[in-house]
């Protein structure tokens, strides 16, 4: 199994600058003497590749900084701020709305000092830049193959191209930067127009396509190239552009009709084109493909790889799903960030204080919000299923002898907590549940998870505290282990996955769907991720235990299965936030009352009631994050975008 990256691509010991975006705005290339010694020769040429990757985001740690950090400032490694604009999660430290981590859901960004955003960050034009000068100067080496050439120009495309996605899936039209500026351009040559979404779609999906012919399909050396760009990768990352182009908020949106260019033309093509659909099924078709051909394969541990000879299937499963994200470079992860990786300071602000001597911060917590996305153990959404108590999901029940693995027996929880499918037992921990792994390795003597005010689990500062009562196991890996004697961990690291192939699988359904409706085909790619997550076809668990037994078999409703199957299988990812701006339904979605329970309860009618930790607020404009009135002030070529 792939392990680790060789040195050269381990992005720690680069620094980075915190300039604002208006100088990489200006996108003329400095220090030509030291570009030139940068490629006389394999090594150093090497280095400026390892430079170029290392200007990717660390965009898989959801607490990169100190979550204090102010409003309309992102920490320079590029935290992903999905991670909290939606309702699945918070970084907690004092107050729900304190820091940049707060702002977006409370409904605070604004075009002052934008909160979040990629576009303001330099480090992704100054990648860009590095990006353009590798172009321009990597033919010159002198001891390098043309093949290796080749090779190295295509991932630095691609990564140029991914640089520009991420501004894209923020702020929509940006402008293209293919190219550094001569040293004697003007200034105000130098400062660049924002392009129609249409174009710079294009642009992306066509660097790409001119990168993908020269990539290896996979790593030619995985102990020390994982991580890498290969074809695989780059053709994972086309076929998430082709579905973001395809979708609501760029296919067809009369909303920006009098959103317009420097030219007095449309950013956003009003006209619905359902070629783009098209265009993404034949895309995710050929990633799935080509992944498929090389071994990819939906993640499950093969018999030699689980901790211990007696699991039962049921504990089998809940690894499996334990490691889909937190097994590094495992058979599902197409690629993997190697900027971001999941480290010690990540699994103390997620992990209750599972010993005593364990030092543990817990601030990042699950909102119940998520909580309730999962569906029951016939496989619906619990306020669908025509057996699930959905009325009394917030009722305090004794567990009696449930004699589960996953839960507690004779212990006071919610009844939100039972007889829920496998993924939420094995992303969640809460109140009452138990947590394998961490060094237990016996199913029969887990953690037992007791999380009220008072338990020796909880952080003794307030201010460090869990603030909802859900624990995001999914984020940790199993085998991360706690020695019980002094608390001191053995960690295991990991690069953040961006595409899984599960992913693909439900995005190819997705567009399946929008293109010919619920067919077979359809229904199958859904149903292998179902397979892999203990549960029923998508077709026997409607037809069975829904309210709604036929709901499948239109396409508005598959397209609400699709949705919801992509909130819970992709949940804590970072990617969900995203899908609801390009679906179009994050009014909806994101607005209203995020939930959690009242922590400082020491007592479990106290500790289980509901508490509203903040009113979500998502207007229109939100679809859109705002350009700064800085950048619109140096670069007057800039247009804000629409209700900023």
């Known amino acids: 199994m792939m392990k680790v990256l060789s040195k050269i691509f381990i992005i720690s010991a680069i620094a980075f600058s915190t300039i604002s975006c208006n100088k990489y ?24 590749l390892a430079t170029c990757y290392a200007h990717l985001p660390v965009n898989g740690n959801p607490l990169n900084g100190n979550p204090s950090t102010p409003a309309g400032v992102l920490p320079t490694g590029g935290t992903n701020p999905a991670f909290y604009a939606g309702l699945e999660a918070h970084h907690y430290y004092g107050d729900w709305s304190n820091g940049y981590m707060g702002v977006i859901p409370a409904g605070g960004q604004n075009a002052a000092l934008p909160t979040g955003s990629y576009f303001e960050l330099s480090r992704f034009w100054e990648g860009i830049r590095h990006c353009n000068i590798f172009l321009e100067n990597i033919t010159k080496v002198p001891d390098m193959s043309e093949m290796e050439k080749l090779k190295w120009t295509a991932e630095v495309k691609v990564i140029k191209a991914y640089l520009h996605f991420l501004m894209f899936q923020q702020v929509g039209p940006i402008p293209i930067v293919d190219e550094n500026l001569d040293l004697n351009t003007s200034s105000e040559d130098s400062r660049p127009y924002r392009e129609k979404v249409d174009d710079v779609i ?39 552009v082709l579905l973001t182009a395809a979708s609501p908020l760029y296919n067809g949106n009369s909303d920006y009709t009098n959103f317009k260019d420097h030219n007095g033309e449309n950013f956003f093509n009003p006209v619905y084109d359902a070629n783009k659909w098209v265009m ?3 895309a995710l078709k050929e990633i799935i493909e080509l ?41 599902e992860v197409i690629w993997a960030n190697p900027a971001s990786y999941f480290n010690s300071t990540q699994f ?3 992990v209750p204080k599972l010993v005593p001597l364990l030092t543990a911060y817990p601030t990042y917590s699950v909102t119940i919000n998520h909580a309730l996305e999962y569906y029951s153990k016939n496989g619906v959404p619990i ?52 947590w394998y792994g961490q060094g237990r390795y016996d199913e029969n003597n887990q953690f037992s998870v007791a999380v009220k005010n008072g338990d020796p689990m909880v952080s003794a500062r307030s201010d ?33 996955p961006v595409i899984r192939l599960a992913d693909l699988y439900l995005s190819y359904a997705e567009v399946i769907n929008e293109i010919d409706g619920p067919t077979a085909e359809a229904l199958g790619y859904i149903n292998r991720v179902r ?41 804590l990812e970072g990617i969900h936030f995203y899908d609801e701006l390009r679906w179009k339904t994050a009014e909806q979605n994101l607005s209203g009352a995020v939930y959690g329970l009242t922590t400082s309860g020491r007592i479990p009618a106290d500790f289980n009631r509901i508490s509203t930790k903040y009113q979500r607020q998502f207007t229109k404009r939100d679809y859109l994050f705002p350009i700064s009135l800085q950048s619109i002030y140096t670069n007057k070529n800039l247009i804000q975008n629409p209700g900023w």
């Open 25 to 48: 705005l200006e996108i003329i290339p400095d220090n030509i003497a030291e570009i030139d010694m940068a490629f006389n020769m394999r090594e150093p040429a090497q280095r400026y």
């Open 202 to 240: 294009d642009y992306i999906v066509g660097t790409i396509d001119e990168a993908a012919v020269d990539l290896p399909e996979i790593v030619d050396m995985p102990m020390t190239d994982a991580g890498r760009i290969t074809k695989i990768a780059a053709l994972g990352i086309k076929a998430k």
């Open 280 to 282: 993404a099924r034949a």
């Open 291 to 331: 992944a498929e051909s090389n071994g990819f394969e939906l993640l499950k541990y093969a018999d030699a790889d689980y901790p211990s000879t007696t699991l039962s299937p049921a504990m089998k499963l809940h690894l499996n799903l334990r490691g889909v994200v937190s097994e590094r470079y495992n058979s």
């Open 348 to 350: 103390s602000y997620m």
């Open 383 to 434: 306020d669908e299923d025509n057996s699930w108590n959905y009325d009394g999901r917030f009722n305090v029940v004794n567990t009696g002898q449930i004699n589960s693995l996953f839960v507690q027996n004779s212990y006071q929880t919610l009844s939100l907590n039972l007889d829920r499918e496998p993924r939420f037992y094995a992303n969640l921990a809460f109140d009452g549940s138990k």
């Open 464 to 496: 460090y505290s869990n603030t909802t009562g859900y624990y995001p196991k999914k984020n940790i890996p199993w085998d991360y282990e706690i020695q019980e004697s002094n608390g001191s961990v053995i960690a295991k690291l990991y690069a953040w």
């Open 531 to 571: 397979e892999r997550a203990g549960l029923l076809t998508v077709e026997e668990s409607w037809t069975r235990f829904s309210k709604s037994p036929n709901k499948y078999s239109t396409k508005e409703g598959l397209r609400q299965i699709i949705h919801k199957e992509r909130s819970i299988e992709l949940g």
